[in-house]
């Protein structure tokens, strides 16, 4: 296909899919808990999906399928999922214990405003003041065990013990970043709606929001079994690490860099992306134009190295939107790598052949 | 008392930092013009309003001090766009990872405060409360903006919203000491319905978290016969239970230590006793860490007094305060200062104070 017309079919980013991320991040959806994000996608996806279905674990499982005959079965995945908290204990008076939910480190906790249970109650973590404090304790985080959620005193019965928390971010805009909470991942979970309404016609479109990435992969392992594609697309985001070091060396440690467009894995924690794969969004993406970065191989993970193992295997790989400040109450994104995010993967489909399949590994 | 904490709300909505006291000097100005009879701004920028007593000339008079200003921080360095600062006022560093901030630049931009990740900081720095030094704000901008936008010494605020929370509480930032403001206005406005005697200053200060400056310079200019300074203190919640706390919405918290005059002391805590407001008693047994402390030695010296507003995690963004404590401050307040007879200081004895647990 020429470059135009691979252009013109990838889904534009505007003000009503911007709008749509906006109510993604906001909306609540701590790992076990994906309601509030499965009610938006199903709303926008119901009436347009070939087959739609909610498994047995919460992943919406959605199918669009080519006009081709025996077309290549794809796999995208993106996890609804966010870290947050439970509440684990009724202290009185309106305090609460909690637990977290997927990795948050702990210094991102105190003095926060947060959102408690299906109500969506307002709370906040509270930390003992400065005036209080000894200087040795002043040097130490503080643990969790001694932070409370308080929804102040009075009615405590608006909480229940076994309700989720999040933060109570809302999403904004300036200048070229979005900030909120949750992009990771609800930037994926906004680029495979788009998908899911724009589907590359070669191929049959297997689109899984999944569940519970945050805690172990624990959707997407079902997903992948469940839809049994022939090749799996993960849309993550990955922290952008690249800020300047304390000393002014030079950081070479950054994961990846904002404004740096998608990121392409190719070795993280629980998968070896396909190298077929890999090449297919590099050519795609210099064919296109399109800026993209290699993620620095290490640590962490996505949804494909659930996927990739299932059955005999799926060749798989992920792409990540570059995002500062993961797994804290505010992340920044540049709209940016998101449109150009959405655009190399879909044009990467567009492109995709079941030959690639044949080809060495 | 809706409409105490609408005008609440929107004192803590605002910034006014120490030093940088405008904002919020104009929103006070409009919430007490109409309850008094003089307004005028002090040298240091002191909010000095008088509401006249009907006494005989020359009438003594109470000065209420409440500061208005609040902490936050200040650009110290900008690098590769994004802002090192450092804070004014007592600012913990382990809670601002995550915090939304407003940076005051050529323009206000929106900001968060980032905590970058372990292996770009110095050893001493990894896996503990990392220090301010080392934080960073993020506005989101390009590195070229930034630079046209910001200079060194822009200030940087805290722009949490305002939350209201169960049991009719409030949550935000600076309601250390905007909650005090509030009761002062109270405080008025309850005096405008009866006949008071004295007259009454009403005193939003300047620079209370960094030099006391306000509490210093405004009872020299005004030379009242009686000082009292509003302010929030130390709630019990996590991680806060011992002495030096005191209970949520269980009433308003007289001072009681060497920076009170125990006979003002006695007053307030007689008149809360008439009245059945509910009150608690704090001890001070060294500075008050209030405007009292500037007060008390201005001049030949002021008789003193504090009163304080129970507050939960002061100086975080999210201090939690109870309206019900606020407005039984502005009424205490009010009521105490109804009862002043104009012969009151004559009868001041340092012998017949009693100090009776309450």
Redesign the interface.
């Given at each position: 296909m020429k470059k135009n017309e691979l252009w013109q079919a990838t889904p534009q980013i505007g003000e009503s899919q911007i709008d749509l991320l906006s109510r993604l991040s906001n909306a609540f959806a701590v790992s076990g808990d994906e309601g509030a994000v499965r009610k938006i996608v199903l709303e926008e996806l119901k009436d347009i999906a070939d087959e739609l279905k909610i498994d047995a674990l919460g992943n919406i499982l959605v199918t669009r399928k080519s006009r081709q005959k025996n077309a290549l079965r794809v796999m995208v995945a993106a996890h609804m999922d966010e870290v947050g908290f439970m509440i684990v204990n009724d202290d009185g008076e309106?305090?609460f214990t909690f637990e977290i939910v997927g990795g948050i480190?702990n210094?991102?906790l105190?003095?926060?405003?947060v959102l408690v249970g299906k109500k969506c109650?307002?709370?906040?973590?509270?930390?003992?003041?400065?005036?209080?404090?000894d200087k040795d304790e002043?040097?130490?985080?503080?643990s969790v065990d001694?932070?409370?959620i308080?929804?102040?005193?009075?009615?405590?019965k608006?909480v229940k013990v076994g309700e989720r928390a999040t933060?109570?971010?809302r999403f904004?805009q300036?200048?070229?970043?979005?900030?909120g909470k949750a992009l990771d991942n609800r930037l994926g979970v906004a680029t495979l709606i788009e998908y899911v309404k724009h589907p590359p016609e070669n191929i049959d479109l297997l689109a899984a929001f999944t569940v519970q990435e945050e805690i172990g992969l624990r959707g997407a392992k079902v997903a992948g079994y469940a839809l049994d594609p022939e090749v799996a697309f993960v849309i993550d985001s990955t922290?952008a690490?690249d800020?300047?070091?304390?000393?002014e060396e030079e950081?070479y440690?950054y994961n990846v860099r904002q404004g740096a467009g998608p990121a392409i894995y190719r070795l993280d924690a629980g998968t070896l992306s396909d190298p077929r794969l890999i090449n297919l969004l590099v050519e795609t993406a210099e064919l296109l134009e399109i800026p993209y970065q290699f993620r620095q191989p290490g640590k962490g993970g996505t949804d494909a190295g659930a996927i990739h193992t299932n059955r005999s295997g799926i060749p798989s790989v992920s792409i990540s939107v570059p995002g500062?400040?993961a797994h804290?109450?505010?992340l920044?994104a540049h709209l940016e790598d998101w449109k150009n995010s959405v655009a190399l993967v879909h044009a990467a489909m567009q492109r995709i052949e079941r030959k690639i399949l044949s080809e060495e590994r | 008392m809706i409409e105490l904490k609408e005008t609440l709300k929107s004192m803590i909505s605002l910034p006014g930092l120490s030093g940088y006291e405008k904002p919020i000097r104009d929103l006070i100005t409009t919430a007490w013009e109409p309850l008094v009879d003089e307004i005028s701004t002090s040298r240091l920028g002191s909010l000095h309003a008088l509401r006249r007593g009907n006494g005989d000339l020359p009438r003594p008079a109470i000065l209420l001090a409440a500061h208005m200003d609040a902490i936050g921080m200040i650009v110290t360095a900008i690098?590769?766009g994004?802002l090192r600062f450092t804070g004014i006022g007592?600012?913990?560093?382990?809670?601002?990872?995550?915090?939304?901030v407003t940076v005051h630049g050529r323009s206000d931009?929106?900001?968060?405060i980032?905590?970058?990740?372990d292996?770009?900081?110095?050893a001493s720095?990894q896996?503990?409360?990392?220090a301010m030094e080392?934080l960073?704000v993020?506005?989101?901008?390009?590195a070229d903006?930034v630079n046209q936008l910001v200079r060194v010494g822009d200030l940087i605020s805290f722009s949490?919203e305002p939350?209201?929370?169960?049991?009719?509480?409030l949550?935000g930032h600076s309601l250390d000491n905007r909650a005090s403001v509030a009761a002062v206005t109270q405080c008025l406005l309850e005096l405008s319905h009866v006949q008071h005697a004295w007259d009454v200053w009403a005193v939003a200060t300047v620079q209370e978290e960094e030099t006391l400056a306000g509490s210093i310079t405004s009872p020299y200019e005004i030379k009242p016969q009686i000082a009292v300074a509003i302010d929030v203190t130390?709630a019990k919640?996590?991680?806060?239970s011992?002495w030096?706390?005191l209970s949520?919405?269980k009433g308003p918290c007289l001072g009681w230590g060497p920076n009170i005059h125990p006979y003002i002391y006695k007053r307030f805590a007689d008149t809360a006793e008439k009245l059945d407001i509910p009150c608690q008693k704090e001890y001070m047994p060294r500075h008050s860490?209030t405007d009292a402390y500037g007060m008390q030695v201005v001049g030949e010296g002021i008789p003193t007094m504090v009163i304080s507003i129970p507050l939960?995690?002061?100086?975080?963004?999210?201090e939690?305060i109870?309206m019900k404590d606020i407005e039984r401050t502005g009424r205490l307040l009010a009521e105490t200062i109804a009862r002043l007879e104009l012969d009151f200081l004559d009868t001041i004895s340092w012998d017949e104070v009693d100090d009776e647990e309450k």
């Open positions: 309106g305090l480190d210094r991102q105190v003095g926060k405003p109650v307002p709370g906040i973590i509270g930390a003992k003041p400065i005036h209080l404090a002043l040097k130490k985080p503080i001694n932070l409370r308080d929804i102040g005193p009075g009615n405590s608006k933060f109570a971010t904004f300036n200048g070229p970043s979005m900030f922290p690490n800020l300047p070091t304390w000393d950081n440690r500062r400040y804290t109450a505010v920044i | 690098k590769d994004l007592g600012i913990d560093p382990r809670i601002l990872p995550g915090q939304l931009m929106p900001g968060v980032v905590q970058p990740a292996y770009l900081l110095p720095q896996r503990c409360s990392i080392y960073f993020d506005t989101g901008l390009m903006e949490q939350m209201e929370l169960s049991g009719n509480t949550a130390f919640g996590p991680g806060a011992d030096r706390t949520l919405a860490g939960r995690y002061m100086h975080t963004p999210v939690l109870a």
